[in-house]
């Protein structure tokens, strides 16, 4: 039988699980489908084509979507979450960067909290 603590845990872990892989999921989705939709957002100091941009948003979508599916599934979800947030991370430190603090830049930094919490869990 479990203790309350353990219950509560456990109830965490699932919300943290899905609600981060839907909005992780979500976003992946839509840079899958429109990513020229989302090439503003890579680095201008990588000095890619246009084409190269799009590809490389793409790509980040499927890593999006694929981290997004293993939280759902329950599969690696230290991994996965410690992933997503490296990647958070990443864009978070790119969009201060080049943009400045942002509502953009509070929700991502959120989002990486929600991930290293799971990731630790």
Request: proline share 2%; with cysteine.
């Amino acid at each position: 039988m479990n203790t309350p603590t353990e219950d509560r845990a456990a109830v965490a872990s699932f919300l943290l699980r899905y609600f981060l892989a839907f909005t992780v999921i979500w976003f992946g989705w839509n840079e899958i489908w429109s990513p020229g939709d989302w090439t503003v957002f890579v680095p201008s100091f990588l000095g890619l084509t246009q084409d190269t941009a799009t590809a490389l948003v793409a790509v980040h979508g499927v890593l999006l979507c694929i981290i997004g599916l293993a939280l759902v599934l329950k599969y690696k979800v230290r991994i996965a979450s410690g992933l997503l947030a490296l990647m958070f991370l990443e864009i978070t430190a790119d969009l201060i960067i080049s943009n400045g603090f942002s509502d953009i830049v509070v929700r991502d930094i959120g989002l990486m909290g929600m991930a290293i919490g799971l990731s630790i869990l």
